[in-house]
């Protein structure tokens, strides 16, 4: 089945003079279950892709169909609502509250939500990530890695349909990162879980099941089981 489906997707900032066309005329389709890495130099329009497909960002033209639905005419109440069930996202800064524990950041999502936690989930996203000795630790005593983990099992605890990763690796050694990908990949087969992951790093793209190239507001490769080599 199809998770995620844009279809003539245009996306410009501004007008007359200063027009920026940061999507001309997308069409994506993201199967349920895949890891998908979205490539391309600074500027091409990645995170334009990203935040429109989450609904953090209207777009200027084109349709958006999530799980079939189409949710381009939704307001704003009912992308929040979307959101909040059925998608997860990591940043490349992480974006953790600071004066928030560990274990508060990763349950802010349920606790925003006013829904319980799963605690067995907890316990499972917490061990996986090796976050246990972490849990009463405020963001600025950790290091990248650990924050960036923290971040990921806050992205996972509603269990998401959709994933979206923005750079999730950018603020990370290779050893952390490599951690985290393979947390990644093994989330997307335990959950089936659709993950979007905005890289420029062909390491990171290489964990992906697929990885899709922009330049200038368009895709122009789409590539099945990416190769490091061959994304440079
Ligand atoms: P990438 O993620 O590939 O670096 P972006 O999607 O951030 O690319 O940007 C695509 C184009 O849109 C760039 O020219 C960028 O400067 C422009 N852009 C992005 N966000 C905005 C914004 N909020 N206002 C104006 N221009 C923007
Ligand atoms: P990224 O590469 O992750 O998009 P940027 O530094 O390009 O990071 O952008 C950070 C934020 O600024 C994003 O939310 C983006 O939408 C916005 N932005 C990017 N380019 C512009 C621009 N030319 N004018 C206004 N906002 C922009």
């Known amino acids: 089945p199809v998770a995620i489906e844009a279809i003539d997707l245009v996306k410009d900032y501004g007008r007359g003079e200063g027009i920026v066309h940061a999507l001309r005329h997308v069409n994506v389709r993201f199967e349920q279950g895949k890891f998908t890495a979205i ?104 290091s990248g890695g650990q924050q960036q983990r923290v971040a990921i099992a806050r992205a996972l605890i509603s269990k998401p349909s959709v994933v979206f990763a923005d750079e999730p690796t950018g603020n990370l050694d290779s050893v952390s990162s490599a951690e985290v990908l393979s947390f990644l990949k093994q989330s997307v087969r335990e959950l089936g879980q659709t993950i979007v992951m905005v890289t420029h790093d062909s390491v990171a793209a290489s964990y992906a099941d697929r990885a899709i190239v922009f330049a200038d507001g368009r895709i122009v490769a789409d590539v099945e089981a990416p190769k490091a080599e061959q994304m440079n």
């Open 39 to 142: 490539m391309g130099p600074s500027g091409s329009g990645k995170s334009t892709l990203m935040h429109v497909l989450a609904g953090l960002d209207s777009a200027t033209a084109g349709n958006i169909y999530f799980a079939g639905s189409n949710i381009t005419k939704l307001n704003d109440k009912q992308l929040t609502m979307l959101r909040r069930h059925e998608v997860g996202f990591i940043f490349q800064s992480f974006n953790l509250l600071p004066m928030f524990s560990a274990e508060q950041n990763i349950l802010m999502p349920l606790t925003l939500a006013g829904a319980k936690p799963d605690r067995a989930w907890f316990d499972m996203l917490v061990n996986t990530l090796g976050l246990r000795e972490r849990l009463g630790h405020r963001p600025n005593e950790l």
